[in-house]
Nanobody, 126 residues
């Protein structure tokens, strides 16, 4: 069973940076699309970014394009989300999720991902 664990969240000032990590166990990641999602209080979970199994294709929500960068190291079974120029509206619990690339493609729709981590809190505040 594929298990995902996020880390790297925390409190940062507006304009600051954080790097989130998503470490996988139980299965190699190379066949999986990995997505990052976030959920703020009172809001629906939304897709932030995703990356294909090989890392050759990425997709970003318009709200984070140019500020966030997704990458993966399949040898380390880990996916990263580098977040720069953070804004208060980026405050949320961030989740990584996995889906077989054959079925998930480069989707940013939460229901297309069957495997989820427990989440890590990101708070952007002065």
């Amino acid at each position: 069973q594929l298990q995902l664990v996020e880390s790297g969240g925390g409190l940062v000032q507006p304009g600051g940076s954080l790097r989130l990590s998503c470490a996988a166990s139980g299965h190699t990641l190379c066949a999986y699309t990995i997505g990052w999602f976030r959920q703020a209080p009172g809001k629906e979970r939304e897709g932030v970014s995703c990356i294909s199994g090989s890392g050759s294709t990425t997709n970003y929500a318009s709200s984070v394009k140019g500020r966030f960068t997704i990458s993966r190291d399949n040898a380390q079974n880990t996916v990263y989300l580098q977040m720069n120029n953070l804004k208060s509206e980026d405050t949320a619990v961030y989740y990584c999720a996995a889906g077989l690339q054959t079925f998930t493609g480069e989707s940013l729709t939460p229901s297309d991902y069957p495997y989820w981590g427990q989440g890590t809190q990101v708070t952007v505040s002065s």
